[in-house]
C-alpha cells in the first residue's frame, strides 16, 4: 500500500509527496507536529498539517534569510532570531565567525527536540555555543529589547496559530526599536500566487514597511511550497537592500547551494504583478 502526505494549497489545489515511513507524531503544548520520510524529498517537517521544510529544498529557504542580510552588512555581530525551531537559520549564521550572539525565541520546545533528534542536517548547530534559545512567545520577547541587535530574522510559521502574533504592526515597530542603526529585519512573507497566500503576504509586508524606513522584498524558488515563489521581507534603518558593497561577501568563502551574489541582486527584481501587490500594501 501506498501512503501520501497530502497539503492542500488552496480549495482547488493540494500538494501530494510519496512517504516511505512515519518518523514522529505528537501533539505539544502549542501544536501537532510530524516527521515523516520520503523517497523524494527526504526527511521534512509538518507542523498542524502544513509542511515546513524538506531535506532536499530547505537550502533555499534558509540560505536566503541569512545571506542577503549578511552580505549587506558583513560587520553584523548580534542576531536575533524568532522562531526557527528547525535550526536551519542559525545553521547558516554559524558558518560566520564574527557573529558573537545569537538569540533564538522559539514558542514550543518540542519543535527543537524533535528537529535535533530526526533532522540533524538542518538542526546540527543548535548547540553552537554562541546560541541562547528563549522558550517564550516572540512578540513579548522583543518588546524589551532596545538598540540591541545587529539583524533580527523572522522565520516564523504562517499568519495563524502560534505565530499570529508575529504578523503585527506593534510586532514590527518592537523590531525596529530593538535593532541598532545599521540594523536589519528579514521575515518571511509567503507567496503571491495563491489568492488567500497573496493577502497575507501583502499585510505582512504593509506592517513591514510601516515600521521601517527602507523596506523591500525579495525571491526565491522554494519547489515544496505553495506555488514554488516564496517571498521575503527587507526593512533597514540606514542599508539598502543591494549595494555594489556585496561581492565583499565572496571572499568570505562560503560554500552555498543556492545563494551567491549575482543572484542577490535579481531577487529583489520582482515581477511586475508582485511590484503592484507590495506598493498597494
Same mark, same amino acid.
Given at each position: 500500500m501506498e501512503l501520501w502526505f497530502s497539503e492542500n494549497h488552496t480549495e482547488n489545489a493540494r500538494m501530494s509527496?510519496?512517504?516511505?515511513?512515519?518518523? *514522529?507524531?505528537?501533539?505539544?503544548?502549542?501544536? @501537532?507536529?510530524?516527521?515523516?520520510?520520503?523517497?523524494?524529498?527526504? @526527511?521534512?517537517?509538518?507542523?498542524?498539517?502544513?509542511?515546513?521544510?524538506?531535506?532536499?529544498?530547505?537550502f533555499a529557504y534558509h540560505e536566503m534569510m541569512v545571506h542577503v542580510p549578511m552580505a549587506i552588512n558583513p560587520g553584523i555581530q548580534s542576531v536575533l532570531i524568532i522562531g526557527a525551531g528547525d535550526?536551519?537559520?542559525?545553521?547558516?549564521?554559524? @558558518? *560566520?565567525?564574527?557573529?558573537?550572539?545569537?538569540?533564538?525565541?522559539?514558542?514550543?520546545?518540542?519543535?527543537?527536540?524533535? &528537529?535535533?533528534? *530526526?533532522?540533524?542536517?538542518?538542526?546540527?548547530?543548535l548547540d553552537d555555543s554562541r546560541l541562547?534559545?528563549?522558550y517564550q512567545d516572540g512578540l513579548k520577547f522583543i518588546r524589551k529589547a532596545?538598540?540591541? *541587535?545587529?539583524?533580527?530574522?523572522?522565520?516564523?510559521?504562517?499568519?495563524f496559530g502560534p505565530g499570529e502574533g508575529l504578523f503585527t504592526k506593534e510586532f514590527y515597530g518592537n &523590531?525596529?526599536?530593538?535593532?541598532?542603526?545599521?540594523?536589519? &529585519?528579514?521575515?518571511?512573507?509567503g507567496s503571491p500566487y495563491?489568492?488567500?497566500?497573496?493577502?497575507?503576504?501583502?499585510?505582512?509586508?504593509?506592517?513591514?514597511?510601516?515600521?521601517?524606513?527602507?523596506?523591500?522584498?525579495?525571491?526565491?524558488?522554494?519547489?515544496t511550497y505553495p506555488s514554488g515563489h516564496w517571498l521575503f521581507g527587507f526593512?533597514?534603518?540606514?542599508?539598502?537592500s543591494a549595494t555594489d558593497d556585496i561581492d565583499d561577501w565572496n571572499t568570505l568563502g562560503i560554500k552555498t547551494h543556492y545563494y551567491n551574489t549575482r543572484l542577490h541582486r535579481g531577487a529583489f527584481a520582482l515581477p511586475n504583478y508582485v511590484t503592484e501587490m507590495l506598493n498597494n500594501a
Open positions: 509527496i510519496k512517504v516511505s515511513r512515519h518518523l *514522529y507524531g505528537a501533539q505539544s503544548e502549542f501544536q @501537532r507536529i510530524d516527521i515523516f520520510d520520503s523517497p523524494e524529498f527526504g @526527511r521534512f517537517l509538518v507542523l498542524d498539517g502544513v509542511m515546513m521544510m524538506t531535506e532536499k529544498d530547505e535550526g536551519g537559520v542559525v545553521r547558516e549564521l554559524a @558558518r *560566520y565567525p564574527g557573529i558573537t550572539r545569537m538569540d533564538m525565541v522559539e514558542i514550543d520546545p518540542q519543535v527543537v527536540t524533535v &528537529c535535533k533528534e *530526526y533532522l540533524p542536517q538542518t538542526a546540527g548547530a541562547t534559545i528563549y532596545q538598540d540591541a *541587535y545587529d539583524l533580527i530574522i523572522v522565520d516564523s510559521t504562517d499568519p &523590531c525596529y526599536n530593538g535593532l541598532r542603526e545599521n540594523g536589519i &529585519c528579514v521575515n518571511q512573507l495563491y489568492a488567500n497566500d497573496a493577502a497575507a503576504m501583502a499585510r505582512a509586508y504593509g506592517k513591514l514597511k510601516g515600521a521601517f524606513p527602507i523596506a523591500s522584498a525579495y525571491q526565491a524558488h522554494i519547489p526593512g533597514s534603518k540606514t542599508l539598502a
